[in-house]
């Protein structure tokens, strides 16, 4: 089966601008998780979606923000970049059991997009 | 609220030494416990899971043990290869909380050399 992708692998952008973010989760995975992996401060949890509603949001401004589209596919989106987001974006998905079900669905991670910010 | 705590690396062995890497958590709720790993250039993945009290996952020669009385999840692996060279993340889930996400600690950088 095909992994999680992410695009572009690298992306390189000025303070200020914007940057999107791409991910396509494993073919019949339903939710898709976003982590910021920035040097030194290992892997902040940023956004979930599942069915295409946020479900969960990590401790980031509002200028970060995703959506996920009708098939799982998801994108990030950052504005107003500043120099230290730059870091490496990882994806995941899993399947979802719906809340307070108990069954555990691995996390099936990207190999990330690297953002740079000058 | 939940968290993972990690031995800070980076970690250098030889190859064939015996590997422990420590993970203690604090979590409100009953958590599922992981190590995930990931290689030079690549994603994470999940290395062993375990679901509750005194379960030991294992794979690829690694194991370690849910302990709730420590509140630990130490990695451990009997004789390591170069090919073990990777940065290790131990990561909790809470399923009675609303799903958490996956809380991650900082990671090891784990250095083999032959």
């Known amino acids: 089966e095909a992994g999680v992708t992410q695009s572009p692998t690298h992306l390189i952008k000025t303070r200020g601008q914007q940057a999107t973010l791409r991910c396509s989760p494993i073919?019949?995975?339903?939710?898709v998780y976003w982590y910021q992996q920035a040097l030194g401060l290992g892997l902040q949890f940023l956004l979930w979606?599942?069915?295409?509603?946020?479900?969960n949001r990590g401790n980031f401004p509002p200028r970060f923000s995703g959506r996920q589209f009708p098939n799982y596919s998801s994108e990030l989106n950052v504005n107003a970049l500043e120099l230290e987001d730059s870091a490496l974006y990882l994806c995941?998905?899993?399947?979802?059991f719906g809340t307070g079900d108990t069954r555990y669905s691995p996390l099936h991670f990207g190999n990330g997009t690297r953002l740079t910010v000058t | 609220g939940n968290s993972v705590t990690q031995m800070e690396g980076p970690v250098t062995l030889s190859e064939e030494a015996f590997l422990t890497i420590n993970c203690t958590y604090t979590?409100?709720?009953?958590?599922?416990l992981f190590w995930y790993v990931q290689y030079p250039g690549e994603g994470l993945q999940l290395l062993l899971k375990a679901t509750k009290a005194d379960d030991k996952g294992s794979n690829k020669g690694f194991e370690a043990t849910y302990r709730k009385e420590t509140t630990s999840f130490h990695l451990e692996k009997g004789s390591v290869q170069v090919s073990d060279s990777a940065v290790y993340f131990c990561?909790?889930?809470?399923?009675?909380?609303?799903?958490?996400?996956?809380?991650f600690g900082k990671g090891t950088r784990l250095s083999v050399i032959a």
């Open positions: 979606y599942d069915e295409g509603e946020e479900r």
């Open positions: 073919s019949g995975h339903t939710s």
């Open positions: 995941a998905s899993s399947l979802f």
């Open positions: 990561a909790l889930s809470v399923r009675n909380s609303g799903n958490t996400p996956l809380v």
């Open positions: 979590a409100t709720g009953y958590p599922s």
